[in-house]
């Protein structure tokens, strides 16, 4: 039984270190999206605010372990098929992929900067000026 209690215990401390939290800029209203939302952002289907503000998504490389962590944790995806649905877009003129920048401070100045921005950090504690969004079930 005391495994047991340290298996859970250290299982919510490892997880909660490890998780990937939305990031927006100060002009979305919206403070919680659940997962089918999210997962709209970023297959570029939902490309507006509810009240009409233009989405900007931005995302950090595909091999990048954060990039990695949001895609399957928080899109419930693999990588490989959020490529495959941006390709598909960007090829056939349909639409354009999120923006890649390079590092996580680079993402973090690029949602700060652009009205209507989502993104994703590894922990928002000490980042100021963004609004964090919560993921309902």
Known sequence: ???LCLLIYF????SKAY???IIVHP???ELKLTISQLR???TMRQTQ???GLRITAYVLPRQHSLHLRFTKDRLQMFPYQLDRI???LTYSGLGVAPITVNTPEELINAIRNTPGAIGYVESAKN???VNVIQIKK
């Open 27 to 29: 002009s979305v209203k």
């Open 40 to 42: 709209r952002i970023y």
């Open 86 to 88: 941006w390709n598909k």
């Open 127 to 129: 980042v100021e000026t």
């Open 19 to 21: 998780a990937v939290e």
């Open 1 to 3: 039984m005391t495994h």
């Open 11 to 14: 299982g919510c401390i490892f």
């Open 49 to 51: 605010w509810s009240d």
